[in-house]
């Protein structure tokens, strides 16, 4: 059995080969045998020993005044477990995630705080509010997590021959996961190439280039099927530089700062509801956007671990949102259901499932036109054991439900981030229901 195959208390296992990969030892991005077997489902997700903590002490207690998630809910995250392990202690980790939390709002304006969670009349639902975190959307929530990491392994001396500050940061991404990698590169002053689409926005590209970050175009050549900045970012890993995406089958770790959501919606949800009749403090349904996955993904791992902590009562079903315009998660999900085979069959057989969208996908919620889902598996997964399902909207419903957000909450919303809420208007069902608006209109 190699290294990367004995199990650690903290470690990474891929979802598709089952191999366990320690931290400490293996970069916890890529699985290693991505390349040899590419067709198996390779996505490497964190593992933390959750069972030993109660809520209390994992940052869930009612009294818990901490405002920062990383602070409050470090015992949750591999970051913590890992300096823990190597010679840190608790004090000079929480010093660690203030220093580069400083340095964030030094960039940004704000660092880390949770972010509202308020009930809606109008909507007839909760809605988390991530337009105001750091760079506008809840994409430096996933980054943040890497970072932590990184730099973790750099005080403690760990992968010390990746010569880690020798690379170069890389992501692929249309807008506001750049935006969040570029913010938080430059907080820890780490160079970072971000790749983006000929139509990424203007006012994007001046506040990247603020950032200092490197700014690669990338176009769509004719007849070349798959995302034209996923393929150039992939080059740039290959040459040497970190992952530092969104995409879980590229960094598997980035999924754990999405959990940060769950934790904090969990939170925040036993607080406004404490005192509640029992069994009845929970959400019925929630309704996540989905581009690549990592968003949902990470929302329902921190679900399900402030469940097993007992914090919530019950999971909400997971209604996942895609757009006419491109719904490569439906697509596998009336795969798998037609297949009739378990999931970990279904991931020895990606290509049957998932494959990068046929044509140029065109939406208003342009965010989540993602070729390929990256996160099917934990998606289906979780939709099966809640007993949600996969929505594809229409534009009119973007576009409504985007009114109708806007106004409600009376913030610019962008239409990828209202677009959980188009869901809620298409299935129209009732319940104690709950969405995030993801990201503000730039
Ligand atoms: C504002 C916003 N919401 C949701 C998403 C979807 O997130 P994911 O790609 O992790 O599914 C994105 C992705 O770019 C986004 O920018």
Redesign the pocket.
Do not use: F, P, R, Y
């Given at each position: 059995m190699g290294a990367d195959a004995q199990r650690a208390a903290v470690e990474m296992v891929c979802g598709g080969c089952g191999l366990h990969v320690d931290p400490a030892r293996t970069l916890p991005f890529r699985c290693p045998s991505a390349a040899r077997d590419a067709g198996i489902d390779h996505v490497l997700a964190r593992r933390v020993p959750i069972d030993e903590l109660d809520a209390d002490a994992a940052g869930f207690g009612a009294a818990d005044a901490e405002r920062n998630p990383f602070v409050r809910f470090r015992r949750l995250t591999l970051a913590w477990h890992v300096a823990m392990a190597h010679g840190l202690d608790d004090d000079a980790y929480v010093a660690l995630v203030r220093e580069l939390d400083d340095a964030v709002a030094r960039v940004d304006g704000s660092g880390f705080r949770a972010t509202p969670l308020a009930h809606h009349d109008a909507l007839g639902a909760w809605v988390k509010d991530?337009t105001g975190n750091v760079s506008g959307?809840?994409?430096a929530r996933?980054l943040m997590g890497v970072m932590l990491a990184l730099r973790v392994f750099e005080v403690t001396g760990l992968h010390a021959d990746a010569e880690l500050r020798s690379r170069p940061l890389a992501i692929a991404?249309?807008?506001?996961?750049a935006l969040a990698a570029a913010v938080v590169a430059r907080a820890a002053e780490w160079p970072i190439d971000v790749y983006i689409p000929l139509d990424a926005s203007e006012a994007v590209v001046r506040r990247l280039g603020d950032l200092g970050a490197r700014i690669h175009v990338c176009q769509r050549e004719a007849g070349a099927a798959g995302d034209p900045c996923v393929t150039a970012f992939r080059a740039a890993v290959s040459g040497g530089a970190i992952p530092f995406g969104?995409?879980g089958s590229e960094s598997g770790l980035c999924v754990e700062g999405?959990h940060t959501l769950g934790w904090e919606l969990a939170a925040q949800f036993a607080a406004q509801l404490a005192g509640a009749a029992a069994g009845d403090a929970g959400l019925d349904a929630i309704y996540v956007?989905?581009?690549?996955?990592?968003?949902?993904?990470?929302l329902y791992r921190g679900l399900r671990e402030a469940r097993a902590l007992g914090v919530l009562r019950r999971l909400p079903r997971l209604y996942t949102v895609q757009t006419e315009g491109a719904w490569p998660l439906r697509r596998a999900w009336d795969r798998w259901r037609e297949a009739g085979v378990d999931l970990a069959a279904a991931l020895r057989d990606r290509g049957s499932f998932m494959w990068p969208w046929e044509t140029e996908p065109r939406s208003i919620a342009h965010?989540?036109l993602?070729d390929e889902?990256y996160?099917w598996a934990t998606l289906l997964d979780a939709m099966d054991e809640s007993g949600g399902e996969p929505l594809v909207v229409d534009e009119d419903t973007l576009r409504e439900a985007n009114r109708v957000g806007c106004a409600a909450i009376g913030i610019a919303v962008?239409h990828?981030?209202t677009?959980g809420l188009a869901g809620v208007l298409a299935k129209r069902a009732p319940g104690r229901i709950g969405v995030v608006f993801?990201?503000a209109e730039r």
């Open positions: 991530e959307s809840h994409k996933h991404s249309c807008g506001n996961a969104v995409q999405g956007q989905v581009g690549g996955g990592a968003l949902a993904a990470g965010g989540i993602d889902t996160e962008s990828t981030g677009a993801t990201g």
